[in-house]
């Protein structure tokens, strides 16, 4: 492919993407074919495990489709992304067709519309008509006591690491990087209706909610984390990770990306990289690939190239899966850095495969964003 091609191409995506975004904010009530459509889909895809009522624990401990818990105002990506990406080490498959599943993110949107509609939610707004939208905010519990509390009240159903057994697996790194913390301390607050998942919101003490949240949170990078990954942005002089290792020796497709694999491997062989997320700022705080300096895509390229070394490999992720990310290399290309390479499958297909992720800082978040 033509280098001016795929400039072309990156583009319309970056666009894409921009639409998918507001997408999330903005979603309309579909139409009649379109809900046809999406129940023909939930019927071929779905019920078998969730239910033909999407009534749950058909199989597999497929959780209901049908609760209010799950399905409000502000929860539509992260809908879309247990769909797209699907749930490691659980019978959920990734359904998205470049994760090998048979739907386009189209028809996964698709589907979730179908299922606010079938409860009468609209995924844009609360009951006032306030925007629905989560914000990112950390809930700052005691582990430890979240810890205590888990054991006591969550393993007999979640599994005692949090893998799962009658109750979903809640260290699964797909979904934590992807759930706001609010989605968790509210799920543990009001339960699941119409599932055994009960509420505890008059049980526990707000202290021990907030402590479980924190706890479960903690579990983001894997079942054998103890305490949550948190940490600033990387300073330019931390930039380089492996700074004394050797060039990784990846293997480019189409002149820039490379596999989730590939960069598995560099990164355990401990090989000097910089890795570039290029995603806005507040999703590096929710969660990425540890090292990752966040870059996003609309950044003034030429403030920021003299922090950026030219002789060290330089990859960049996004999350759409590689839209942004391959606009933000070829910006540092036509800079002329030469040793630059694409993540392929962006961080939701990372962790997807089970490759770890951590967590950043809600503070400086909220600093930077006033």
Known sequence: MKLWLRMVGAALCVLTSALVTASAQTSSP??????AR?????????????????EGYANDHAPSLKSGTLLFPGNRLFLFRSIAYGRPDTAMAAYREESGGPMSNREIFRMVDWLYAQEGVDPRYDEDGNDGQLPYIRIEGDVDLGRQVYARECASCHGASGEGGTGTALSNPVMLIFASDLFLKRTIEEGRENTPMLGFKDKLTPEEIDGVTAFLRSKAGGADLEQPGDKNPPTPDEYVINADGADPEF??????????????????DKRRMVILDTRAASWWRMGHIEGAVPIPYYSDFDDI??????????????????????YTIRQLHDRGFEKTAVLWEGIQGWAGLGYPVILGRAEEQEAEEE
Not at 38 to 54: K, M, N, T
Not at 251 to 268: F, H, K, P, V, W
């Open 305 to 326: 190239i003299d922090d950026l070394p030219r002789d060290v490999w330089i990859v960049g992720y996004c999350e759409c899966p590689r839209a942004l990310a391959a």
């Open 38 to 54: 999406a129940a023909e889909d939930y019927e071929r895809y779905c019920a078998l495990c969730h239910g033909p009522e999407r």
């Open 30 to 35: 579909l139409s009649e074919r379109d809900a």
């Open 251 to 268: 293997t480019l497709e189409d002149e820039i990306y490379i596999s989730s694999e590939q960069l598995n491997q560099a990164l355990e």
